[in-house]
């Protein structure tokens, strides 16, 4: 069975730019999370999305963050205009089980981002 | 959601067991204590989790104090695959999110 996969693995773009993350998650899970690194800090999350639907986006930073999950399927984080600061590493999870505190959140390898 | 505190890094020798300590003082009654770690350069991945009893698992053992205000994770026989950032995690009930700490950053010698 195929795992979360995320593209690109890494992307370098200048102050300004336009740059669009995704993410596969496993086939048939239904929760997609984001999550992000920036340089020193820890792993923060972004957003939730159940199915197509976002459960929890009290981790966006700003509106230049648009995440999306048409069908249900794959998902895009989208950062429009990118800054300096949004340079780190961009993970995305996914799991099959709602709620109960208990289902196992299988993460992708990430998106490396630099902004320059 | 509640806080856990963990020490910043251990050290282990290959083939001895480890013992990873969590302090969760402020823990509800209705939070998961999962643990979840990350090799370098990979994402996180989950590790193990628990309520009230001790379990055990292929990868890892877990046991919970009586009161639940600590735990420990316990790697049988660290091999030099196991180096990576553990971390201690609470979940409520409702799932969702990962609140991530600084976890403990585990190093083993061959």
């Known amino acids: 069975e195929a795992g979360v996969t995320q593209f690109p693995s890494h992307s370098v773009i200048e102050k300004g730019q336009t740059v669009t993350l995704r993410c596969d998650p496993i086939?048939?899970?239904?929760?997609l999370y984001w999550y992000r690194r920036v340089m020193g800090k820890e792993i923060k999350f972004l957003l939730h999305f159940v199915k197509e639907s976002k459960q929890d986006e009290s981790g966006m930073p700003n509106n230049r963050f648009l995440a999306e999950r048409t069908g249900g399927t794959y998902s895009t984080l989208k950062v429009q205009p990118a800054e300096l600061e949004d340079s780190g590493v961009y993970f995305c999870?996914?799991?099959?089980?709602?709620?109960?505190?208990?289902?196992?959140?299988?993460f992708g390898p990430g998106t490396r981002l630099t902004v320059l | 959601d509640a806080k856990t505190t963990q020490p910043n890094s251990m050290e282990s020798n290959e083939e001895e067991p480890v013992h990873l300590p969590c302090n969760h003082s402020?823990?509800?009654?209705?939070?998961?204590i999962h643990w979840y770690r990350q090799l370098p350069s990979q994402g996180p991945e989950y590790v193990i989790h628990g309520l009230t009893s001790n379990v055990n698992n292929r990868m890892a053992s877990l046991a919970i104090a009586e009161d639940r205000k600590s735990s420990t994770l316990i790697l049988h026989r660290a091999t030099l695959r196991d180096a990576a950032v553990y971390y201690c995690?609470?979940?409520?009930?409702?799932?969702?999110?990962?609140?991530f700490g600084q976890g403990t950053t585990l190093q083993v010698k061959p």
């Open positions: 999870a996914s799991s099959q089980l709602q709620g109960f505190g208990i289902d196992e959140q299988f």
């Open positions: 995690i609470l979940r409520d009930g409702r799932g969702g999110k990962l609140i």
């Open positions: 086939s048939g899970h239904d929760n």
């Open positions: 402020t823990i509800s009654g209705t939070d998961y």
